[in-house]
């Protein structure tokens, strides 16, 4: 492969303790990419007063892509009381409006479910990640009013965008493609799925089907086996992809690309996780998942199969986990065996 220029975006919390282990194992897969690290997050915040400085934002866009850590500290906040989100500033400036979350069960003890067995939930959860009910998120608010509102964006162009990339998507794998919606009370929600249909008569190789949002809640715990590609607003698919990951043992096991048509951002799903952050102990294998998609969106298919191959073998042992899956392994430790499935 070509050398490609990743950015890297530690951020706060254990987001730096998991990009190391992300980066160490793209130094054994693809040797020639070259790294730069930028400061950005609530410590930025801190220590320059801005938590995504212009000057850092420019040159993010020379690059091929960008590695985030997990950005947010709880008790670092705006004035009016909410968190910086700079991952957020993101995906809304670089326009990455499809977020991919896959959700794989490894190994049948990661799973609060019964009886499940390894790789039988095996789903993938498409975000809209630009409009939808965030769209309104940086209004000003006047809660002296006595009322504040937020607005459910919903519009063509970013709708069928993100629908054709979800049938693309649904068309590399099992060809079954889920909207989830409120269509039977939101007339955002109603439009989208009338695009939903039109979109559809482009892939007729794919079967569709729709499915309210509290209904979609309860068939993701009762029967995660029925789906394959899900696609859904950008707040349902916040909520619904931590109910994914908590599926297969949590946000540390949960990788996420937010991607749109000339740049991409690869992240964990989880946040900064400052209960266990500076310990040693964060599980690594969503950054390291994560630093697969990566790899794949830049065209090198076999690194990342090879980076999605030896996390499978090494999770195929219950005792390869961190104390989140209640293992005893620190975050080295794990990415040493995943290292040592590589070789
Ligand atoms: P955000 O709102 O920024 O997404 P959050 O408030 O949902 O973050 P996280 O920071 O993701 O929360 O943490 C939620 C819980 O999951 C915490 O108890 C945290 O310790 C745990 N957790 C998150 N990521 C990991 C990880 N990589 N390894 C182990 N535990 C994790």
């Not at 039988?120 to 009013?145: C, H, K, N, Q, Y």
């Not at 096991?253 to 996780?273: K, W």
């Not at 390869?320 to 040493?336: F, V």
Request: glycine share 8%.
């Amino acid at each position: 492969m070509k050398s490609r220029r990743i950015a890297l975006l530690p951020g706060d919390g254990i987001g730096p303790e998991v990009i190391r282990e992300a980066v160490r194992v793209l130094r054994a897969v693809a040797p020639s990419l070259l790294y730069e690290e930028f400061s950005a997050g609530a410590g930025e915040y801190l220590r320059s007063g801005n938590p995504l400085p212009p000057a850092v934002f420019e040159r993010l866009r020379e690059f091929d892509a960008i590695l985030l850590g997990a950005m947010g500290l709880p008790n670092v906040r705006w004035p009016n009381g909410l968190e910086m989100t700079p991952q957020l500033d993101l995906r809304e400036r670089l326009d990455l409006y499809c977020g991919l979350r896959p959700v794989y069960l490894y190994h049948p003890l990661d799973s609060p479910l019964r009886d499940r067995g390894a790789g039988s939930i095996d789903l993938l959860l498409v975000r809209e990640s630009t409009e939808g009910l965030f769209a309104g998120r940086l209004r000003p608010a006047d809660p002296a009013s006595g009322c504040v509102e937020d607005t459910l964006r919903i519009t063509r162009a970013g709708s069928e965008r993100v629908l054709r990339a979800a049938f693309r998507q649904a068309l590399r794998r099992r060809k079954r493609l889920t909207l989830v919606d409120k269509a039977n009370v939101l007339p955002s929600m109603a439009f989208f799925r009338r695009i939903f249909f039109e979109i559809a008569s482009e892939f007729p190789e794919v079967q569709v089907e729709c499915l309210y949002v509290d209904a979609a809640a309860l068939w993701l715990v009762r029967q995660p086996e029925r789906f394959d590609v899900i696609v859904t607003e950008n707040m349902f698919g916040d909520i619904l992809s931590d109910l994914a990951a908590g599926l297969v043992g949590g946000m540390g096991m949960a990788p996420s690309a937010d991607l749109g048509d000339r740049y991409a951002v690869f992240q964990p799903a989880h946040g900064s996780a400052p209960d266990i952050a500076g310990r040693g102990i964060a599980n690594p294998v969503a950054a390291i998942l994560s630093a697969a998609m990566m790899l794949e969106w830049l065209g090198d298919e076999p690194g990342a199969r090879a980076i999605g191959n030896a996390v499978r073998v090494t999770l195929s042992d219950p005792a390869l986990r961190t104390p989140d899956l209640g293992g005893r392994l620190a975050t080295s430790e794990l990415t040493d065996a995943i290292l040592r499935a590589l070789a």
